[in-house]
């Protein structure tokens, strides 16, 4: 049986530059590298997403998520399956079982939590109980790899000890997720990528920083966002070398030519390193930028929500036949059939 790749990206609103080519652009090629030889799984988490915010947009962002997938390049084929997590039940079902297996102590050290919930009483039990959720979300599948952002890694080590657990305490039924070092090297990245604001490169960019100039969202107009990266910071010394620590600012733009161009980054440093034009390297990256935006924007007006429409059924209906007979299994095991 082929192994399995999955992911979930949860999409609340308009995506960055950085969301787009830190998480979204990997998996799409990941998949479409990979989907000879691996199932491939892609859904919207859309569960997870109301643990935010509970208001009438959800629906309207979870299409928009697919979308997205579709116009940065993702070739379907009978090994690729997207779906909707609210779609199929026996994530939350198998969520009440493994909330019976997760620990008070494991969950509290969830450092997404801590954060999110900041201590409060008036924090929904939602976030404290979504990385189980999440666990469901890749148990029932059986995946080995789940690219995702450093952020999640704690979530990925806490579904493997609860896979780990339940198949001590009722025989062998999940498939264990690879440790999160063998996933990143999977994924073929030294490290996850932090694309970086374009006006103080020392934070992450984010759509929820003020400035116009600092992100490159992916609704700009192309020219408009090559602009932004002719005006991003860099720095004062005399020649061009990749350091994210004392140069955030050209090793940012010299990481954004490498995503898009799909090339291994030690050869983007290797053409540029030690030549002192800066403004070359930012017409060449504002090129690729522009392009890389207008490329996805005419994809995304040519998908529609009719297409969206059509192939989600197609993708539910595989998820519900693999999940449902995990989750029989499940059942089966501590005594509920
Ligand atoms: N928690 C992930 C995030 O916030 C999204 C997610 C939910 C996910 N379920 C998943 C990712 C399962 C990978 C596998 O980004």
Redesign the pocket.
């Known amino acids: 049986m082929n192994k399995t790749i999955?992911?979930?990206?949860?999409v609340n609103s308009v995506l960055t530059l950085g969301n787009y080519l830190g998480?979204l652009l990997p998996m799409v090629r990941l998949a479409n590298k990979y989907s000879k030889d691996y199932t491939v799984n892609i859904?919207v988490?859309d569960l997870?997403s109301i643990i935010s915010s509970i208001d009438g947009t959800l629906k309207e962002n979870t299409i928009r998520s697919i979308k997205y997938f579709l116009s940065a390049g993702l070739e379907l084929n009978d090994n690729v399956h997207i779906y909707r997590?609210s779609r199929v039940p026996a994530h939350t079902e198998l969520t009440w079982i493994l909330n019976c297996v997760a620990t008070m102590g494991e969950m509290s050290r969830m450092i997404q939590y801590k954060e999110k919930s900041e201590g409060k009483e008036s924090a929904n039990v939602g976030i404290f109980d979504?990385p189980v959720?999440?666990a469901s979300?890749?148990l029932l599948y059986g995946?080995s790899y789940?690219?995702?952002?450093e952020?999640?890694f704690q979530?990925i080590e806490l579904t493997r000890n609860l896979a780990i657990r339940f198949n001590h305490r009722f025989g062998d039924t999940f498939v264990v997720p690879e440790e999160t070092k063998k996933q990143v090297e999977f994924m073929g990245l030294d490290n996850g990528i932090r694309i970086r604001d374009l006006v103080n490169p020392d934070k992450k960019m984010s759509k929820s920083t003020p400035g116009e100039n600092s992100k490159i969202m992916l609704s700009d107009l192309p020219e408009k966002a090559a602009k932004k990266i002719m005006s991003a910071t860099t720095d004062s010394f005399e020649d061009i070398e990749f350091d994210l620590t004392t140069r955030p600012g050209i090793s940012n733009l010299l990481q954004i030519e490498a995503l898009i161009n799909d090339r291994p980054l030690g050869e983007i440093i290797r053409e540029w390193q030690g030549k002192s034009r800066y403004g070359d390297l930012k017409k060449q990256v504002a090129s690729s930028v522009q392009k890389l935006l207008e490329d996805f924007q005419t994809n995304y007006a040519n998908t529609s929500d009719t297409d969206v429409e059509e192939i989600l059924p197609i993708g539910e209906k595989y998820a519900n036949e693999i999940a449902n007979a995990k989750l029989a299994e499940v059942y089966q095991k501590v005594g509920l059939a």
């Open positions: 999955l992911t979930g990206l949860r998480a859904f988490p997870h997590q979504y959720l999440m979300d890749i995946a789940v690219p995702v952002g952020d999640q979530h």
